[in-house]
Nanobody, 115 residues
Framework: QVQLVESGGGLVQPGGSLRLSCAAS????????MAWYRQAPGKQREFVAE???????NYADSVKGRFTISRDNAKNTVYLQMNSLNPEDTAVYYC?????????WGQGTQVTVSS
């Protein structure tokens, strides 16, 4: 079983940047999809971005052009570069890995955007 551990969250001012990391305890090279989700207080968890085994990416409209997802299979790590952050991006960010037939989730990392 693979464990996912997120890091890189914190407090940032509006307009600032953060880079989140999701480190896996095992190889992610065979994972079909790695993704980031987020959950704001009082809201449902929502999709943010995903990257396939082949490197194709997909983003939620709300983050398109501001966030970039990438994966380093050699380091078993997925990243989420977040730029131009605004208060609406405040949430707990979760990493998700999909390796047929299993789905793995991390514990999340808090991102707070506030002045």
């Amino acid at each position: 079983q693979v464990q996912l551990v997120e890091s890189g969250g914190g407090l940032v001012q509006p307009g600032g940047s953060l880079r989140l990391s999701c480190a896996a305890s095992g190889s992610i090279a065979s994972f079909a999809v790695m993704a980031w989700y987020r959950q704001a207080p009082g809201k449902q968890r929502e999709f943010v971005a995903e990257i396939t085994k082949g490197g194709s990416t997909n983003y939620a409209d709300s983050v398109k052009g501001r966030f970039t997802i990438s994966r380093d299979n050699a380091k078993n790590t997925v990243y989420l570069q977040m730029n131009s952050l605004n208060p609406e991006d405040t949430a707990v960010y979760y990493c998700k890995g999909f390796s047929v037939p299993y789905i793995y989730w991390g514990q999340g990392t808090q991102v707070t955007v506030s002045s």
